[in-house]
């Protein structure tokens, strides 16, 4: 088995590794796990420097989900004591992305539950969107649920600029995570935003219980998919979900599944998304060398660093956080004076 230095050198050379190789980062010993860290770290910095790009999510409608995806406190067999509320309104769209825009955030991704959004709740985020355009030049990211070709035309001529589908593990696990959908009418809904022309975001999430083997076919599926942005959530078991008990991560099994995806996506946005916090613990900053992308402020119903905390974390490596809007940089100090919660 070649060394993961020169395994990452045949990444950077565009020389894909083997799925065996794959497997390989998954069972690094503990002994060598910083210097698989530092390969790769050898291609997160060749294509992304020590940039770090931040994203923040609104969770915009939040429980009585019909699907019975089980690592989801808001989905219809969980009994987690979450907030519950319908859509809300744009102008509280509009807040939070000045909200996001304040705390140096790249991308503002709005969130609601659901199978698929309602037609009148795809007009109040479209009507959100336009106005957060015509005030932010921030993009926008949507996570709407299974979406259909008009829908996602609809969300195009509004202004969004990415969707969030996750495939969230392998093909062949699927059906051990949910029931109510397939893992064909993920990739519909991925198909039918990229005709649509949006970016496409798609990662998934780890620790449900899955093998080394689904990891791998994970990642070998979104090299097909070709998302713009992957992001990689860590379960956070959330007590009243039928994953509660789900325990199994540990901070250094955390880096070896990011790393798997460097090197499987050398020149792919990677995100070190929910449940990082809890799960990388003490060695969360190691993430960074890794992923080139985290969120601030909390997830959807659980809880995360403050944005001050991260850009703390970010300055203490050394790293820096970068922000381009529409192609233009603007400076951490012009976005925080530009879109204070004040105004």
């Given amino acids: 088995m070649a060394s993961y230095h020169h395994m990452a050198t045949r990444v950077l050379n565009e020389e894909p590794i083997t799925r065996e ?54 989905s219809t067999i969980s009994t987690a004591p979450i907030e519950r509320y319908a859509l809300l309104s744009p102008e509280e769209m509009l807040a939070g992305a000045r909200r996001a825009a304040n705390a140096k955030a790249q991308r503002y991704c709005v969130v609601i539950s659901g199978r698929s959004p309602l037609q009148s709740e795809l007009a109040q985020i479209s009507k959100a969107v336009k106005q957060i355009k015509e005030e932010i030049p921030i993009q926008i990211c949507c996570s709407l649920g299974l979406l259909n070709g008009d829908q996602a ?61 689904d990891l791998v076919d994970l990642a070998f599926s979104l090299q097909k998919v070709q998302p713009d942005s992957i992001p990689l959530n860590m379960l956070y078991p959330v007590e009243g979900t039928p994953f509660e008990e789900h325990r199994n991560l540990t901070p250094a099994r955390c880096l070896k599944i990011l790393c798997l995806f460097r090197f499987l996506h050398p020149k792919t946005e990677i995100r070190a998304a929910g449940g990082r916090e809890k799960n ?3 060695l969360q900053p190691l993430a960074l060398y890794v992923a080139d992308s985290l969120f601030v402020d909390g997830y959807l119903t659980t809880p ?40």
């Fill in 21 to 74: 190789e794959a497997l390989s980062i998954l069972t690094a010993p503990s002994e060598q796990l910083l210097t698989l860290v530092d390969a790769a770290y050898q291609i997160r910095h060749r294509h992304f420097g020590n940039t770090v790009r931040l994203q923040m999510l609104l969770n915009a409608k939040s429980g009585a989900c019909q699907e019975d995806c089980h690592y989801c406190s808001q």
């Fill in 153 to 213: 035309r609809q969300l195009k001529e509004a202004g969004v600029d990415r969707i969030n589908h996750n495939l969230n593990t392998s093909e062949a696990y699927h059906p051990s995570i949910c029931t109510t959908h397939t893992y064909q009418d993920r990739l519909k809904t991925l198909e039918e935003a990229r005709a649509a022309g949006l970016e496409l975001c798609c990662g998934g999430i780890v620790g449900m219980g899955e093998t080394d083997a």
């Fill in 280 to 282: 990388l613990r003490s």
């Fill in 304 to 343: 995360g660093l403050a944005h001050k905390e991260v850009w703390s974390m970010i300055e203490d490596l050394g790293f820096t956080v970068e922000v381009e809007y529409q192609g233009e940089k603007m400076s951490q100090t012009d976005l925080t004076e530009a879109y204070s919660p004040a105004q």
